[in-house]
């Protein structure tokens, strides 16, 4: 019987992370029907160079100055390889088509925990609000989409600010991926800024980074796996 439980709490986790990261990323140039040459447009097979140019790599490595990312340093990528001048909006088409961007509590949420969301927003939501505005700290919404048009698959990880900043990683799909430790001490800067950080049912507790220093505060969104 703890055996036929424990294989059904897996089971639910399982399904719950699926719903959470989901499939709604793609490739633009196939979702938005662009045609190559249009001013700030990729063609499908740069952006498909672009995605591998990005994979598991930091804005840091090409000389730039941001920690994670953002719709600037990705344009500034594109402009240096492919001389396309693509500004902030144009770049925010392509994230937006990869599935980032701001997404409701309950978006974020499987069937199973949409009501348990929706009560924390309520009770839970406002004093995590507070909390990071009395420390000064940024607070964002992290979680994982799924990425479909490459080979091999990728994941994205996102940060979205409240204030609407998306900050992301692409990488590799692991079986049992663990919350990347790095990719939290960057979204608090070179600078050392606190961050309070809502994490959403990509990731089990067991799969957050131990020891993060205390400028990192993170937050369970509620889920099944939890």
């Known amino acids: 019987m ?8 897996r089971s639910v986790t399982s399904w719950c992370r699926r719903h959470t990261i989901g499939g709604d990323g793609a490739v633009a140039a196939v979702r938005r029907g662009q045609r190559s040459g249009e001013p700030g447009v990729l063609s499908r097979h740069q952006e498909l160079e672009l995605i591998e140019t990005l994979r598991g790599c930091y804005p840091d490595k090409f000389g730039l100055d941001d920690e994670l990312w953002t719709r600037q340093s990705v344009g500034i990528l594109v402009d240096r ?8 909006t144009d ?6 088509a990869w599935g980032l961007g701001p997404r409701q509590p309950t978006e974020r949420a499987c069937g199973l925990c949409v009501d348990a969301v929706a ?3 309520e009770r839970e939501y406002p004093a995590i609000v507070h909390a990071a505005a009395e420390h000064r700290a940024e607070l964002c919404w992290i979680g994982r989409t799924r990425l479909h048009g490459v080979v091999p ?8 600010s409240v204030r609407g900043r998306v900050r ?3 990488t590799t799909p692991n079986v049992d991926p663990a ?4 990719f939290l001490l960057r979204l608090s800067g070179a600078e050392g800024n606190a961050v309070h950080v809502v994490v959403d049912g990509s990731w089990t507790r067991a799969e957050w980074p131990r020891r993060l220093p205390p400028r990192i505060v993170l937050h369970p969104l509620p889920s099944c796996g939890r």
């Open 2 to 9: 703890t055996v036929a439980l424990r294989d059904g709490r």
């Open 81 to 88: 390889r492919y001389g396309l001048p693509a500004d902030t």
């Open 91 to 96: 770049i925010g088409g392509y994230l937006r």
């Open 119 to 121: 009560l924390w927003v």
């Open 153 to 160: 698959a990728a994941d994205v990880l996102s940060a979205v």
């Open 168 to 170: 992301f990683l692409i």
């Open 179 to 182: 919350l990347p430790r790095d």
